[in-house]
């Protein structure tokens, strides 16, 4: 597709339920990335994928967090036992390649967000 | 830690005034700087980016900022705002050095008065 897209863009769920929000990047992207932005706060990272493997998983904030990619394409972000402090706005982004110090391969293109709202 | 701040939290203009925002970053080693812009109601876009050369980099819709290595700094700037430019503005940086790819700012958001 043109863009990075997200779904849903919506989502309300109980405490104690797992979501599934998924991520499809910009064809042809390999690095895929993972981002947490909650009410007045800038971004937090939470997981970079390049191709289907994650590197970097730092940024999970809890082992009720996960993240898979499949064939390079498409990502899905799984919540098990969601808190109310899962609640926020959850970005993807993707970026063409391998980025390096003196790449123009990093920018990030960033999907519109899935609002997830623990009741 | 490695972190990037923004000086201000909310910035609050007239149409016409110049514009200043402060980014600074704690990473040594080599860096791309980037700004994004988040538009009311719209998702994350880029405005600028620096991976080399000029430190003083243009951007779209009349953006400028300039990368002062000694300084760890990233500032953005525009001559003259105009109301369309009421955002919320990102400073994110990219350093190879360590594992986390990109660390965002926590943001400035900018308010023109029309």
């Known amino acids: 597709g043109a863009g990075v897209s997200q779904s849903p863009s919506n989502k309300v769920t109980e405490k104690g339920k797992d979501v599934e929000l998924r991520c499809d990047p910009i064809?042809?992207?390999?690095?895929l990335y993972w981002y947490r932005q909650s009410l007045g706060q800038g971004l937090e990272f939470l997981i970079y994928f390049q191709g289907n493997s994650a590197p970097d998983k730092s940024g999970l904030p809890s082992d009720r967090f996960s993240a898979e990619r499949t064939g390079g394409s498409v990502s899905t972000l799984t919540i098990q036992r969601t808190q109310q402090e899962d609640s926020a706005v959850y970005l993807c982004a993707s970026s063409p390649g391998l980025a390096g110090p003196s790449t123009s391969t990093d920018t990030q293109y960033f999907g519109p967000g899935t609002r997830l709202t623990v009741l | 830690a490695q972190s990037v701040s923004q000086h201000n939290h909310h910035v609050i203009l007239s149409e016409a005034a110049s514009l200043e925002l402060g980014c600074n970053y704690s990473?040594?080693?080599?860096?791309?700087l980037f700004w994004y812009v988040q538009y009311p109601g719209q998702h994350l876009q880029l405005l600028l980016k620096y991976f080399s050369g000029d430190p003083l980099v243009k951007g779209i819709k009349g953006f400028e900022a300039e990368f002062i290595k000694s300084k760890f700094s990233f500032n953005l700037r525009k001559p003259s705002v105009q109301w369309s430019d009421t955002a919320e503005y990102f400073c994110a940086v990219n350093a190879w050095n360590y594992g986390q790819n990109f660390v965002f700012g926590p943001g400035t958001r900018l308010s023109v008065l029309p």
């Open positions: 990473y040594g080693g080599t860096v791309n």
């Open positions: 064809s042809g992207h390999t690095a």
